[in-house]
């Protein structure tokens, strides 16, 4: 393997958005080790619990979910006085935005400490205006999502196909209710990588030579960054350039 390029260091995260069974969960934790980074994943549900005072189970059952999952136990926190960073009026009225939000704090402060690999949570919208973040979306076609989640969870086809529903569901209607954002679309991503043909670790490559070039996209002005830079302008017109009539 050769040896990491330095100039990474300059981007503080990467955000993994996913399909469930394209392996992009398990893209994160073998990026997040070829890098040397901290991997922030579940840790997110285990944080907000502590703040908010539920029990994990509580917030796993909420995590990447629409509302209304325990709406019931995050409106009884809103009506005691919290305990620890949790302060009364931190916090809008709305249960749903409140541990809405929390995450985002947890996310906010996962990139102000730098070099983390976020998966998920709404992250790549959230800090879609930080230029030293890379933003990947993992996919992959359904029937060799079926046969991931089946191998890996012990699940019958049918079983996988279910869960694979419910996932995409639970983080469409997530991302939409928050955010008003739809995760499929491409504008949100630097790269989308389909595992169709690619193996776990050559997508690992990918994002490691992704991160390498957008690094490098750092000493210049975005003004400067796009398609048009770097190229001369066409000798003579397009074949399909058309001048208006008079």
Known sequence: MDEQDPVIDEM???????????????????LAERLGWTLIDHEIVASVAQRLGIKHEEAQARDERGAGLVTRVLDALLTTAPEGPVQPGDFPTNSNDLYHQTVCRVIEEAFHTRHGVIVGRGSQVLLQDC????????????EMRIAYVSRREGLTEAAARARIQS???DRNRYLQSHYRRNPQDPWLYDLIVNTRGLSLDD??????????????????????????ADVARYRGHPEDFRTASR
């Not at 230029?131 to 076609?141: E, F, M, N, S, T």
Request: proline fraction near 5%; avoid cysteine; aromatic fraction near 2%.
């Open 12 to 30: 503080s995260a990467v955000t993994i958005s996913r399909e469930y069974g394209s392996g992009g969960g398990e893209i994160g934790v073998r």
């Open 131 to 142: 230029r030293d973040v890379l933003h990947v979306r993992v996919i992959a076609p359904l």
């Open 167 to 169: 996932k995409e569901q």
């Open 203 to 228: 997508a690992v490559d990918l994002l490691v030579a992704a991160l390498e070039r957008k690094a490098r996209q750092m000493a210049h002005p975005a003004s400067e960054l796009g398609p048009g």
